[in-house]
């Protein structure tokens, strides 16, 4: 019997994980995918808002501008990127100017620090590229920028280092109330616990819906983006948002951690919850709505589009509470933006959420908070990349000439707990792929890496879902082939 | 630190040739630094044939064009270095490389030339919207797949861009027993060689649609088939045209890209148009002592020509080396005009030049019985007539130098215009 079951290891369940791994419990983290990090969590703007959007007094409200808070230290453990290069809202006249003002106050109450409202000049001063038609806008120092997969990846590495069993490819199908505990039936086999957590992103009401009568329902809302050449990625110094409105927070210009450029998202009502396609008009709108902000993007620098999922609920908060009909079955539902800013706030609330059914828990005092250090070969020193040849001679060898991202590093984030067995997967940890050639050139060499390190043939290598497989089979044989065959 | 007359990045075909020709031309220390496992460049993969034409009257395949220079580079004893990545370069001409058996290697060169070849545009810079699942590739990459590791990439399949490597793979994935339902072209003419249109799909009955383009892609994990519409005049789709087609693989061939990074980092100049550095007569950039040659500089159609220029580019260095390329003369430079997209080379030092000049250009559109027009500082000097010229063929015009010296001549243009009259177009 476990104590803990957490189902879904996104940014939410893996972190839920990680701080749960602070205790002597027995966690398992069930996903249904064949990765961690894989919905919602994989496709979205990589902000970690200042938190002055919330209504004071949601969850929301509570949770963002603590969890920012607490963004440093925990990338900081894990050696993951995280910028804190501040974040704009920019308004286009003065009616404009008057939502400013009122984020600017919501900010104060949410506890948001030092977030000041410039005139035009200082916003210029601050972005030379933002177009002349705006007249002044918000800032918040506290914005920064985050690389969502690779927190929730080292998250979930981190909680497995310390005791956390994940169990990828385990769709939980059917739940079952014991006297004590849950009984879960998953692809892979039973499972039971005495508590669960129900992270399940898009799924968390089916999975509600297991052990209760429905009590909400999950709505996916679709965001699309377009990812540019570093080439562009010097473009803007900071996020910079336009005015919020009923549809959300709008079409957002940013870095990102890699120096790429980011543009996105749209909002759109979506009536699956694998609809993950972009589209032409979705695609058309945020170019349009981002040359709303900066009119000089250069859109032929795209390197490619995706769209994420959100996953909205109609009272527009998180929904994070023990379910009324199921005690200790703990839904943490609902989780939209500003869910990842939020997410190691949302963690710690749950746990103390969870001690507050339990009872207090027994530290564990083996807990190790950061991981086996994380090599980037091509920012290291030029010693230290001689030297680290001279000791591994796979750091020698480039694999993805766009990124430099070496054999050795591949081999590492293959070997690590909750490592990687996909080609996307190696991507989303170590980025090969992610440049410009995106894959053309390395793409056969990383499978040719993941077949050897996972010991499969190169055929059973999958792009990114189970399903997802990208060779047919051999080519025909040669007569001496057949010969020797 | 590491020191050589010539350093020679990229042991492609443009490499190849460099690398000999400066050899040829009394050059001793030379080192060939290549990022595969293997030289030759992306020549290995294209087990066609069709290669040699020009360079050695006959036929051979991609492979065997490669073998005769990588023969001919071990028989002159030219060091090379493979599995070797190129860090970064500067305009002092310092390196940074590694691999796995030197480690970390900091080389000086007297001359570099740059012949990193190019990369293939992607799915996501055309910006196709739809689904991101498994099946889509670019040509290329499916290329290496087939031909160098063995693997098919797919069963029912759809090319987009008849760029030449699409007809190519085409015919190959036909010949590997799959179906390719269709070649889709954006414009409304192939960007491919005519031979290969003929050789690659109207033998194997492969339809080409011109004027259209896919405009979405569905399946959740693996590709499950696509959207195809037609195009008006302005390249957008035409609602009411889309038309679904089943398929389990999009191969991709909607151009090629240089692949100038490293150029980059020593303050290269770059030309907007080819998207490779700015080269003078001799494939010198506009940093003295780095040179450039091959598809880095402008995308060839044919290696023959590729191994001409870089032959220029590897005399040119041994030259330098020797400081016998004259650099303070008097040059002129080229300029496109009407229905040209670019001349290489765009600076001319008539000095270096020795009986002719070559201009290798590319057309913007089709055009039918038009000419050539050459003109020095506005004077026609030269009129080629035309029956056909397409953006998928590089065109060549040789001028003797003799008059442009003695005119002291600042530049030339070339542009198309229709038989008989000043008006141009298709």
């Not at chain 1, 920028?145 to 080292?154: D, Y």
């Amino acid at each position: 019997m476990y104590d803990v079951a957490i189902i879904g290891a996104g940014i939410i369940g893996s972190n839920i994980a990680r701080e749960l791994s602070k205790y002597n419990l027995r966690i398992i983290l069930l996903e249904k995918e064949n990765d961690v990090a894989n919905g919602t969590t994989k496709a979205n703007s990589a902000i970690v808002h200042a938190g002055y959007d919330a209504k004071p007094g949601t969850l929301k409200g509570k949770l963002n501008a603590l969890g920012n808070r607490m963004y440093e230290n925990l990338c900081k453990e894990l050696e993951v990127p995280f910028k804190r290069i501040g974040s704009l809202v920019i308004a286009f006249n003065e009616e404009e100017m008057k939502i400013i003002k009122d984020l600017y106050e919501k900010g104060k109450i949410n506890g948001v620090p030092d977030m000041e409202i410039l005139n035009k000049e200082k916003l210029q001063h601050l972005e030379p590229n933002l177009n002349d038609d705006v007249v002044g806008g918000l800032y918040a120092p506290t914005g920064g920028i985050v690389g969502p997969f690779e927190l929730a990846i080292a998250l979930a590495e981190n909680a497995v280092d310390n005791g956390v069993e994940l169990q990828i490819n385990s769709e939980v199908k059917d739940i079952q109330k014991l006297e004590e505990g849950y009984q879960l039936f998953t692809e892979k086999g039973e499972i039971k616990a005495k508590y669960v957590i129900n992270a399940a992103g898009l799924f968390a009401d089916s999975i509600h819906n297991m052990v209760s009568p429905p009590t909400f329902e999950i709505i996916p809302n679709r965001g699309q983006y377009n990812l540019l050449d570093k080439n562009s990625g010097k473009h803007v110094n900071t996020v910079i948002f336009q005015c919020p409105t009923s549809y959300g927070k709008g079409v957002v210009v940013l870095p990102t951690v890699h120096g790429n450029l980011l543009v996105g998202p749209s909002a759109e009502a979506v009536d699956r919850k694998d609809a993950l396609e972009s589209s032409m008009e979705g695609l058309s709108f945020i170019k349009e709505k981002a040359q709303k902000t900066v009119e000089s993007i250069r859109f032929n620098d795209v390197i490619t589009s995706f769209a994420g999922l959100r996953a909205k609920t109609s009272s527009g908060d998180f929904i994070i509470e023990e379910s009324k009909e199921a005690k200790g079955f703990i839904n943490v539902a609902a989780i939209d933006s500003p869910g990842l800013s939020s997410a190691p706030a949302i963690a710690e609330y749950v746990v103390n959420l969870l001690k507050g059914i339990a009872g207090e828990f027994e530290k564990n005092i083996n807990f190790n908070p950061k991981r086996r250090p994380v090599v980037h070969f091509i920012e290291l020193p030029d010693e230290e990349k001689a030297k680290l040849i001279e000791k591994d001679p796979r750091y020698g060898r480039i694999i993805c000439r766009c990124e430099n991202i070496t054999e050795g590093e591949i081999v590492d984030i293959i070997k690590r707990n909750a490592g990687a067995t996909t080609v996307d997967g190696v991507k989303r940890r170590a980025r090969p792929g992610s440049g410009r050639c995106q894959g053309g050139f390395c793409s056969p060499r990383v499978m040719e890496i993941l077949a050897r390190e996972l010991n499969v043939d190169i055929t059973e290598i999958v792009k990114d879902g189970k399903n997802s497989y990208i060779l047919t089979g051999s080519t025909k044989k040669t007569k001496v082939q057949l010969q020797e065959a | 630190m590491l020191d050589y007359d010539v350093v020679v990045i990229g042991g492609g075909p443009a490499g190849l040739a460099a690398a000999i020709e400066a050899k040829k031309n009394g050059i001793d220390h030379i080192l060939v630094i290549e990022r595969e496992r293997e030289l030759g460049g992306i020549l290995q993969q294209c087990i066609h044939n069709g290669f040699g034409l020009h360079v050695f009257k006959e036929e051979l395949t991609g492979p065997e064009y490669a073998e005769r220079f990588i023969i001919e580079l071990r028989e002159l004893g030219i060091e090379y270095k493979l599995d070797t990545m190129v860090l970064n370069i500067t305009k002092d001409k310092d390196l940074t490389a590694i691999n796995a058996i030197d480690g970390l290697m900091y080389i000086r060169a007297k001359a570099i030339i740059l012949s990193m070849g190019c990369r293939e545009r992607t799915r996501g810079a055309i910006n196709i919207p739809g689904s991101r699942s498994a099946g889509i590739f670019t040509a290329g990459t499916a290329q290496r797949f087939v031909n160098m590791e063995g693997y098919m990439v797919g069963k029912k399949v759809v090319i987009l861009g008849s760029g030449d490597i699409g007809l190519i793979m085409a015919r190959r994935m036909t010949l590997e027993g799959a179906e390719v339902i269709a070649v889709v072209e954006l414009m409304p003419y192939s960007g491919g060689l005519t031979r290969n249109i003929v050789q690659c799909l109207d033998d194997f009955n492969i339809p080409l649609l011109l004027s259209h383009t896919v405009i979405d892609i569905k399946g959740k994990d693996r590709l499950e088939g696509i959207t195809i519409a037609k195009t008006a005049e302005n390249r957008k789709p035409i609602v009411g045209t889309e038309r679904y087609i089943e398929c389990d693989t999009l191969l991709l061939s909607v151009g090629l890209i240089p692949e100038n990074e490293l150029s980059k980092g020593a303050e290269v100049e770059l030309n907007e148009v080819t998207g490779g550095p700015v080269v003078n007569e001799s494939m010198e950039t506009s940093i003295g002592g780095i040179f450039a040659c091959g598809n880095v500089v402008h995308v060839h159609d044919l290696v023959d020509w590729v191994t001409e220029e870089s032959r220029r580019a590897g005399k040119s260095a041994a030259k330098y080396v020797k400081n016998q390329l004259s650099s303070g003369c008097v040059g002129l430079n080229t300029k496109p005009e009407r229905g040209i997209r670019y001349i290489v080379p765009q600076r001319v030092r008539l000095n270096n030049v020795e009986d002719t000049l070559n201009l290798y250009m590319r057309v913007d559109n089709i055009y039918h019985n038009t000419n050539i027009v050459v003109k020095a500082d506005g004077k026609l000097i030269k009129k080629i007539k035309k029956i056909h010229l397409t953006p998928g063929e590089m065109e060549t015009v040789t001028l003797p130098i003799h008059d442009l010296k003695e005119q002291q001549i600042r530049e030339i243009t070339v542009e198309i215009q229709k038989e008989g009259g000043i008006n141009y177009g298709n």
